[in-house]
């Protein structure tokens, strides 16, 4: 919206480049999945999870496999699905073809395109200079811009390879699907980093988001309960209340940011964020403010618009989770940092208080409530609101700076510090979710009775004897979220708290550290269920090769992070300064 | 153009949506309370735009509209996974997860 100066069309895709290659890559991966034939196996061929494919009556395995035989492959591989989706129950899968993986199969040798498209987006994201203006300033590839786009590349990565077990194993032929979600979500995380432009910013917000959605709702088909014939089989209920939790807020989030917005916009009339630092202080002014935090506490969950967290993580399947509960979240803070800061910095004396609120109800709720959860997604989700909050510590920082109550360089310092703090949460959280999909991943839909006594801290029990590997990565990773000395949490926290101080918030600094003492018990608790915990089960624990990767890649950044710190410190630093403009 | 009856106009339709999304129990009766929201945010772009007597708003009210476009067909699928899993699309059938 630039109006003045000319549109340069090099220019703009030059810094608009890994958004470019991400959405291409989506594309690229929807068109396999399209022309590929349908896989023959019935072990392949789930149900759908979201309407769309019609019923087409009765129809036993023998004819439908001879209906996929007579049919040319591109068609067979839209008809195919609508047949089987509609009416095969997995009841009537024979029993010496049990459900997992065929290792042949075609579309699970796609994770690996999405792999390498992912790979070679990161490495130009390294490789390529981050100095660009897009359509005369609306997104700006800056090396804040890059370093978010290289957190949530790599965040990108491990989902995929976290994922591509779960959808070989549970989702068949609607697999490719889930990449192709995570590189849509990833495409609108990678705009929203740079996005200086409210217009923008809702459009890449939205991108991020809608995606989640579906992929949150990502069902597994109930097996061998019973159906009547000619009817869909009946998927699990957890993702789809967790979908729907997660839609909801995330639907009414959106229209209260976008009303704050629509609010801001109408007191300076341009779209640009830059432009609202010229709004004059008026009572609109403070309502479109109000409606903007209250709208990326929802999205962000923070405290006390957490209420959603546990429910969707608990529901949702648990890699779509490791990569739900990290990155959007991250961006959409950076989202919020670049409103706060870039727009309404000037204002930073308005909008410090609520802010402080929200930091403070964070930290105590998330901490709090986290203790008594039995179930590991939950006491992640809760303990997910307490480093947000913590994370809103740096964003105080920078905030008492903009207002002239403290040194310029804890402004720098409070972002350095959230940066940083973003890239040691990254594998950490990611690592405890991924080492739960190793233990529980491999089950069957859960009885629809019982459906969610699996991912309890009981399950963890004795993990130590039924793989120490795994056991070892989740130790690390929990270690580093409770902020173990020396562990790259420990860092992070530190930083982030020696910025609050710095910027004179000595009272958050004394609260956040004794809540903080409560997470060193849950997160240790968890450890000393893998420890110390008398096992049910005893069969050993196999992640497989492409989940234990990922979870190998979590716990060995984690420990490298922790061991040198200093080049991650510089590279935050730097990217603070340069959005900063010191 | 007095601008105030319109921004009153677009208060009161946000805050209905939001009395709808808190009393509905039906799914797609809270998906049509999200859209008034929505609505109400096109309605405050468009009368700002024409305010300030430049088009940035009506173009952003153009994307709002798409937006919700792409959110709400993604919200009706999850209402019929919903109505698939549980046998309703009552909000209040999918509380099961707790802790």
Redesign the interface.
Known sequence: MSGASPFDWLQTLQALAVPTLLALSAVVLLLADLVLPADPHPANTGPQPIGGRRNRGPLSFRELRSSIAGLPPPTTATAGAASVSADAPHAAVPAEQPAPTVPGSWRAGLAWIAVGQLLVTLAFRLLAPADGLAAGGVFIDDAFAAYLQVGVLAAGLLAVLGLRAHAVRHFGRRQVELYVLVLSSLCGMTLLAGARDLLLLAVAFELMGIPLYVLASYAKTETGLPHAPGTLARPQRAPAEAGLKLYLVGAVSAAVTLYGLSLLFGLTGSTLVARLADAPPSPLLALGVAFVLAGFGFKLGLAPFHFWIPDTYQGAPTPVVAFLSVAPKALGLAALVRVLADGLGARAGDWLGPLLGLAVAALVVGNVFAVPQQNLKRLMGFSGVAQMGTMLLGVAALGASLAGQAPSEAAVSGLASLLFFFAAYLPANTGVFLVLEALTGPLPAADPDTPHDRDTLASLAGLHRRSPGLALAALVCVLSLAGIPFAVGFWAKLWVMVAAWQAGFAWLVVVAAAVSVLGLFYYLRVARAMYLGQATETAPVRPGGVLGTAIALCALATAGMGLWPAPWVQWATAAARVFLGR | MPVQPW?LLGAAL?AL?VYG?LTRRN?IG??VA?EL??N??NL??A??SR????L??Q??AL??LA?TV??VA??L??????H???RSVR?GA??????
């Open positions: 921004l946000f949506g999304v799914a809270v998906l999200i929201m929505a109400a945010v405050n772009l009368v700002f305010l300030h007597g430049n940035h708003g173009a952003f994307f709002g937006l792409a959110e993604v919200g699928s999850i209402v019929i996974l919903l698939r899993s549980h909000v999918a509380s099961e997860l707790k802790g």
